[in-house]
């Protein structure tokens, strides 16, 4: 089993930063793929960010390139999420996953991950 623990969400005004870090423990954390997703009021959940196990390969939505940036820290087993430059559109519970399946780096759907975090909130303010 996995555990996924998020923390770092909060109330942000517009334009600010914050950073989200994603703690893993339960079995070896360095080989597998972890993404970030969020969801907000009403919608689905959604693609974020996604690293591969070594770090060099990085994914970012669209909607997030140029402000949000994923790094990983296999020695502590977690994986962070810095964004920068935070709308109200960003307001959302953000959830981090993983999987043991083997496959590309680049999964985006929500049922290409086993497991999740209980999520954290993000509030963007004006």
């Known amino acids: 089993q996995v555990q996924l623990v998020e923390s770092g969400g909060g109330l942000v005004q517009a334009g600010g930063s914050l950073r989200l870090s994603c703690a893993a423990s339960?079995?070896?954390?360095?080989?597998?793929?972890m993404g970030w997703f969020r969801q907000a009021p009403g919608k689905e959940r959604e693609f974020v960010a996604v690293?591969?196990?070594?770090?060099?390969?990085?994914y970012l939505a669209d909607s997030v390139k140029g402000r949000f940036t994923i790094s990983r820290d296999n020695a502590k087993n977690t994986v962070y999420l810095q964004m920068n430059s935070l709308s109200l559109e960003d307001t959302a519970v953000y959830y981090c996953?993983?999987?043991?399946?083997?496959?590309?780096?680049?999964?985006?759907?929500?049922?290409?991950?086993?497991?999740w975090g209980q999520g954290t909130q993000v509030t963007v303010s004006s």
């Open positions: 996953a993983t999987t043991s399946r083997l496959g590309p780096v680049k999964r985006v759907a929500v049922d290409e991950y086993d497991y």
């Open positions: 339960g079995r070896t954390f360095s080989p597998y793929v």
């Open positions: 690293i591969s196990w070594s770090g060099g390969r990085i």
